[in-house]
């Protein structure tokens, strides 16, 4: 049997340039990436992705753009499934009233289900590939960032 696993994740830039990143801590694992997660049996992915956005971040998103999906071989660093990513670029709905830090896991939150998080905010300018753990979201955010010129942030 093969398993998929398959991601939906946001790009949020705000009105002063900046993306919102997220760096958790789960299973002893710490990682970078953009807010998003696993689509749910009978769940669409914009559905999902605005679900989980809600559920990480508080923040109700609208979707405004396909940036990017999976195109290469990837295995989840958690199980034996293979990833499947999705990026699409959002926009807040409502005001953003995270904890915004300025350090990399600075995790002062108690943990949700084993899992610590934290919000960093970084200028689109500033943020490279390689600050970001996955390969999917190194992809993602090149991609992302060959349209900055065509998109309104």
Do not use: C
């Amino acid at each position: 049997m093969y398993l998929f696993n398959v991601r939906v994740y946001g790009i949020l830039v705000n009105e002063q340039g900046e993306v919102l990143i997220s760096d958790e801590r789960t299973e002893n694992v710490s990682f970078t990436k953009f807010p998003g997660g696993g689509l749910e049996y009978g769940e669409g992915l914009l559905d999902a992705l605005k679900r989980e956005y809600m559920e990480e971040t508080g923040l109700e998103v609208e979707v405004l753009k396909h940036i990017y999906t999976t195109d290469f071989w990837e295995k989840s660093s958690f199980n034996d499934s293979q990833i499947i990513s999705i990026y699409y670029q959002v926009n807040p709905i409502n005001k953003v009233e995270l904890n915004i830090k300025t350090k990399k896991f600075d995790f002062t939150e108690k943990s949700v289900e084993g899992k610590l998080q934290s919000f960093r905010l970084i200028p689109v300018d500033k943020l490279k590939s390689e600050d970001l753990t996955f390969k999917t979201d190194q992809v993602a955010w090149v991609e992302f960032l060959k349209t900055v010129d065509k998109i309104e942030l």
